[in-house]
């Protein structure tokens, strides 16, 4: 059942991710999410109640405010990435650096996958790189680069998320991220005035930005109650491949193709899950 969670919070992650990469071909990265997040925020003020009683421990909300700073920095950069640069350098580097950082932090902290979890944990690097592949030219270079930098660094801000929203505990229901709100939406009232950006997106662009901040914190909802009851190694491997379900919407909605690679990743994807699942 966690695994189950952490694959349709995948799912939602990268429709989530779509909708902002919608809205910010009408108003600027941190304006989107400052929108999409302030939305999430009365979401989840909504929800918290149903999911555990009383104040929560101050530590919790604490550990929440730090991800949510970590997690808004990661997505800005993403999304300046995805409006700027090269999308099939900036997206399967932060797939990889966003999953391998709580990885790599699950397994300093001992734990020990089985041995057909890590079998599927190394098919999913390579799918991993396929999913998100296009027909571009090749993409070294400057704007290569700059992709690269922007992906590596919004994959960290997104490893660190779920790596300090995995310490709050069972006890604080779903308040951590209403404190991972308020700790983004804090660091968007700093960041927006020096960028020179409008702090709430332009009305055309409120459905999308609507349409993100709803599914990304249902995304989280999923992700903190898989992680709650699974290794954080393997749910952040089934999360990586959120792009997946960005590059079907891309397809779909926009008319681009699909290319070989990505079907080849998405199959591998299929098999790592399969792995990861049945171990």
Known sequence: ???????????????????????TRRSRAVTVVAGSHLIALGMIFGLGPFFSEGVPPFADLAWGFAAGLAGAVGLAVFYH????????????????VSTLTPVLYGVV?????????????????????????????????RKGHRAAVLGAIAGLGFGL???LISLTSVESGLWPLAGSRVGSLALMAVLVPMMKARYLPEREAWPAVATAGILD??????FLLAVREELLSLVAVIMSFYP????????????????????????????????????
Do not use: C, K, Y
């Open 161 to 163: 998320f779920g790596i």
């Open 244 to 279: 997946a379900s960005t590059i079907v919407l891309a397809r779909v909605v926009l008319g681009e193709r699909t290319v070989r690679r990505q079907l080849g990743g998405l199959a591998l994807a299929a098999v790592a899950v399969t792995l990861i699942a049945v171990a």
């Open 81 to 96: 990435a995805l409006a700027t640069t090269r999308i099939g350098v900036a997206a399967p580097v932060a797939s990889v």
């Open 1 to 23: 059942m966690p695994l189950l969670l952490a694959a349709f919070a995948s799912l939602t992650f990268g429709v989530a991710d779509f909708a902002g990469g919608m809205a």
């Open 217 to 222: 914190m249902t995304a989280n909802v999923l």
């Open 109 to 141: 902290s001992g734990e020990r996958p089985e041995s057909l979890a890590w079998m599927g944990m190394v098919l999913a690097i390579p799918a991993m790189l396929l999913i998100p592949a296009t027909e571009s030219a090749d993409p070294h270079g």
